[in-house]
């Protein structure tokens, strides 16, 4: 004998809450990682349209787990390091905008990560840049060693090609970030 028809309807109504309870946690639970990833994905800054989000800027600090200087414990140290991201973002733009993206050394290791080959476009394009930029002639060295009588000639030499190394980044940056659209959120 066949179930009494109410046993059914009801039985059919209760598979029905059931699948649609079980659709909407699956809908819920599919999403949740999309929030996550939206929360995950906060835009910090923008370069001429480029985002920089808070997982650049967690994978940036990666790059310094092991170095006590680059700990974000405050504001101002988090908004220095996201400088120093929006500044390496531009000089990537400037060096993928000139050629660097095809040096030789990465061609030769095309199993290198994307970290590992900025870094290689990076310090090609410091050295093109400002390191082969940098000369100090026989007589800056001899007015720098007097202004500073305890260091030896070559020690001078060191600190005055660093100085004046300083001085061109800083103008070249300048420079570069006057071409862009930089915001920060």
Same mark, same amino acid.
């Given at each position: 004998?066949?179930?009494?028809?109410?046993?059914?309807?009801?039985?059919?109504?209760?598979?029905?809450?059931?699948?649609?309870?079980?659709?909407?946690?699956?809908?819920?639970?599919?999403?949740?990682?999309?929030?996550?990833?939206?929360?995950?994905?906060?835009? *910090?800054a923008a370069i001429n349209g480029?985002?920089?989000? &808070?997982?650049?800027?967690?994978?940036?600090?990666?790059?310094?787990?092991?170095?006590?200087?680059?700990?974000?414990?405050?504001? /101002?140290?988090?908004?220095?390091?996201? /400088?120093?991201?929006?500044?390496?973002?531009?000089?990537?733009?400037?060096?993928? /905008?000139?050629?660097? *993206?095809?040096?030789?050394?990465?061609?030769?290791?095309? &199993?290198?990560?994307?970290?590992?080959?900025?870094?290689?476009?990076?310090?090609?394009?410091? $050295?093109?840049?400002? &390191?082969?930029?940098?000369?100090?002639?026989?007589?800056?060295?001899? $007015?720098?060693?007097?202004?500073?009588?305890?260091? &030896?000639?070559?020690?001078?030499?060191?600190?005055?090609?660093?100085?004046?190394?300083?001085? *061109?980044?800083?103008?070249?940056?300048?420079?570069?970030?006057? /071409?862009?659209?930089?915001?920060?959120?």
């Amino acid at each position: 004998m066949p179930p009494p028809l109410p046993y059914l309807i009801e039985n059919y109504f209760m598979k029905k809450q059931i699948s649609l309870l079980f659709l909407f946690l699956a809908i819920i639970i599919l999403n949740l990682p999309g929030k996550v990833m939206a929360a995950k994905q906060k835009v *910090l800054a923008a370069i001429n349209g480029q985002a920089i989000t &808070s997982s650049d800027f967690q994978n940036y600090l990666k790059l310094f787990d092991n170095d006590p200087r680059f700990r974000p414990d405050t504001a /101002e140290a988090r908004k220095k390091l996201l /400088e120093h991201l929006i500044d390496r973002t531009i000089l990537l733009q400037y060096a993928k /905008e000139h050629g660097y *993206l095809k040096l030789k050394e990465l061609q030769k290791h095309k &199993s290198l990560n994307q970290q590992e080959k900025d870094t290689i476009i990076l310090r090609q394009l410091l $050295t093109d840049k400002i &390191s082969n930029q940098v000369n100090c002639s026989e007589d800056e060295i001899k $007015t720098y060693q007097k202004a500073h009588p305890q260091l &030896s000639a070559k020690l001078a030499k060191e600190r005055l090609t660093s100085q004046k190394q300083q001085a *061109l980044f800083k103008t070249f940056m300048d420079q570069l970030k006057k /071409e862009h659209t930089i915001i920060i959120h």
